[in-house]
């Protein structure tokens, strides 16, 4: 069993950027592919940006440019820099994993982009 645990979110100004770290037990972390989701409230869940384990990435066209996904292996951790924060970014923001198939979720944090 993987348990990803997300930290990072919180209010912020529109224009201002934030870093979501998500920490991932287990000793086979570099072999996942790993993502980034995001759910607003009454809208499905999205995903917003997602690196593999040869670290290529693919973003949605929403965050192109403005957010960075990244990884490192040897921490176990995989980031989300998020900048130039609009209000519409404002969502609940989920990590994600899988691994060979097997699909595990983080609780989720909350950013909120707000003046």
């Known amino acids: 069993q993987v348990q990803l645990v997300e930290s990072g979110g919180g209010l912020v100004q529109p224009g201002g950027s934030l870093r979501l770290s998500c920490a991932a037990s287990?000793?086979?972390?570099?072999?996942?592919?790993l993502a980034w989701y995001r759910q607003a409230p009454g809208k499905q869940r999205e995903r917003v940006a997602r690196?593999?384990?040869?670290?290529?990435?693919i973003y949605t066209g929403s965050v192109q440019g403005r957010f960075i996904i990244s990884r490192d292996n040897a921490k176990n951790t995989v980031y989300l820099q998020m900048n130039s924060l609009k209000p519409e970014d404002t969502a609940v923001y989920y990590c994600?994993?899988?691994?060979?198939?097997?699909?595990?979720w983080g609780q989720g944090t909350q950013v909120t982009v707000s003046s």
């Open positions: 287990g000793s086979i972390f570099s072999d996942f592919a």
């Open positions: 690196i593999y384990s040869d670290s290529s990435t």
């Open positions: 994600f994993a899988n691994w060979r198939g097997n699909i595990f």
